[in-house]
Structure formats: C-alpha cells, structure tokens
C-alpha cells in the first residue's frame, strides 16, 4: 500500500540536505514504514513512552521535547535512521550517543 501523502524520498537520506518541510515528509514515511511504531522502542508512536532513564535537559536545545515524534538520523553520516519518539531520541542521544 502506498504512504498516505505524495512526497516519496529515498531513505535513508542525508539530514542535514532537508528542509523543515522535507523532514516532516521524511519523518512522515517513516512513521507509515514503521507501522507508527517507534524505530528505537517498538512501542506505539501515538503513545508517550514510559521514561526509564533520567534525561538531562540542559543537554539539548530549547524545546527538544515539544514536538512527540523526531527524526533520528546519524550524527556521524548524516544519514536518517527512523522516526522515534522524542524521548527515545534523547535516550540515544544523551546515552547512546547518537
């Protein structure tokens, strides 16, 4: 079945080459890719995950939690990974290092 919008993108693709709107549209096919279940976690992306670790705001830009679904992508290629939930993007990045 097709994604439910019209922009098709190749993924993965190069973050940093997009536009905000061109994100949405990749973060967008993700999410229909993924079945709207979270790339890192699994669960479902509608749903906030449960917080198992604690996440150290002063490390990220201002608001990084506002928007629920990010796009995470790989800061040594630049290339995207997924579409995650906002907290599981600050787990990978604050623990994990991505």
Request: aromatic content about 14%.
């Amino acid at each position: 079945m097709p994604a439910p919008f019209k922009a098709q993108h190749h993924l993965p693709t190069y973050y940093n080459t997009l536009d905000w709107k061109e994100k949405k549209e990749v973060r967008e096919q993700y999410m229909f890719d993924q079945d709207y279940k979270c790339s890192y976690c699994q669960k479902d992306l509608g749903v906030r995950p449960k917080q198992t670790r604690r996440i150290d705001l002063s490390k990220f830009p201002p608001n990084f939690l506002k928007y629920p679904v990010h796009l995470h992508h790989s800061h040594k290629t630049g290339l995207t990974i997924g579409a995650v939930h906002s907290y599981c993007n600050a787990v990978l990045w604050q623990y994990e290092g991505e």
